[in-house]
């Protein structure tokens, strides 16, 4: 697993996706602090990654990344640390859509 601070190369995405899952990356955004984790077996193990770096729980957010794919198809906003019904997200996905969008520029800026 690994903090992305500053910029991770699409080829690096590329090489994690073929070395794990396949076709994509897990990833949780920190949508507070601008960065992400990346490479986890589990988006809860990125989850705690961040959370032991003094992130707040309710500013995470989990994803896929498809670094073969572009577009809409590069991100996936589906994971189970996304089920937040206190938060109002009663589902995988990230309803909110101004979240949604935060996390694609994070992403966007992050990954070159």
Do not use: C
């Given at each position: ?58 500013n ?34 990230v309803?909110?859509?101004e ?14």
């Open positions: 697993m690994k903090i992305v601070q500053e910029r991770i190369g699409l080829k690096e995405l590329k090489e994690m996706a073929a070395n794990g899952f396949g076709n994509f990356v897990k990833a949780v955004v920190d949508v507070r602090n601008e960065i992400m984790a990346v490479d986890g077996e589990l988006h809860s193990d990125e989850e705690a990654l961040l959370l032991e770096q003094g992130s707040q729980q309710k995470l957010w989990g994803i896929n990344l498809y670094p073969e794919l572009t577009g809409d198809d590069f991100i996936e906003f589906d994971s189970m640390i996304n089920l937040r019904p206190f938060q109002g997200n009663r589902s995988r996905g309803d909110n859509p979240i949604r969008e935060k996390i694609k520029v994070i992403v966007n800026r992050l990954v070159v």
